[in-house]
Nanobody, 127 residues
Framework: QGQLVESGGGLVQAGGSLRLSCAAS????????KGWFRQAPGKEREFVAA????????YYADSVKGRFTISRDNAKNTVYLQMTSLKPEDTAVYYC????????????????????WGQGTQVTVSS
C-alpha cells in the first residue's frame, strides 16, 4: 500500500513559479516510476511529467516542456515538480502518482497504469 501526499500548491500570478512536493510514507516507492498529472474541472486527467526510479530519465508533456522540471530524492522519499513561467491554462488540481516496477516506457503517459495516487493539490494561475 503506502501513501502519497502532495503539497506546495496555491495561487500565483502568470509568469510566477511554484514548487510542488510529493512525500511518500508507509513504503519508499524507491523503484517505482513517479509522475505528475493534472485535472481541470470538466476535463480529463492529463499527463504532466514523469521520472524513472533512478532519476536518469524524465518525460514531459509538450505543453510544459521547457517550463517544468521533475526531480526526486529517494533518500527523502520525495518527488518534486518545479514550475516556472506559469500560465493561466496551467490551473488545475495536480496529482502525484507511482507506477510499480517493471518500467515500461509505453505506459508512462497513461494514468491507468499508475497504482498509487495522492489526494491532489490545487494550483491556480491568475492573469
Amino acid at each position: 500500500q503506502g501513501q502519497l501526499v502532495e503539497s506546495g500548491g496555491g495561487l500565483v500570478q502568470a509568469g510566477g513559479s511554484l514548487r510542488l512536493s510529493c512525500a511518500a510514507s508507509g513504503r519508499t516507492f524507491a523503484r517505482y516510476t513517479k509522475g505528475w498529472f493534472r485535472q481541470a474541472p470538466g476535463k480529463e486527467r492529463e499527463f504532466v511529467a514523469a521520472i524513472t526510479w533512478s532519476g536518469g530519465t524524465t518525460y514531459y508533456a509538450d505543453s510544459v516542456k521547457g517550463r517544468f522540471t521533475i526531480s526526486r530524492d529517494n533518500a527523502k522519499n520525495t518527488v518534486y515538480l518545479q514550475m516556472t513561467s506559469l500560465k493561466p491554462e496551467d490551473t488545475a488540481v495536480y496529482y502525484c502518482a507511482a507506477d510499480a516496477p517493471p518500467y515500461f516506457s509505453a505506459g508512462i503517459y497513461n494514468p491507468t497504469e499508475y497504482e498509487h495516487w495522492g489526494q491532489g493539490t490545487q494550483v491556480t494561475v491568475s492573469s
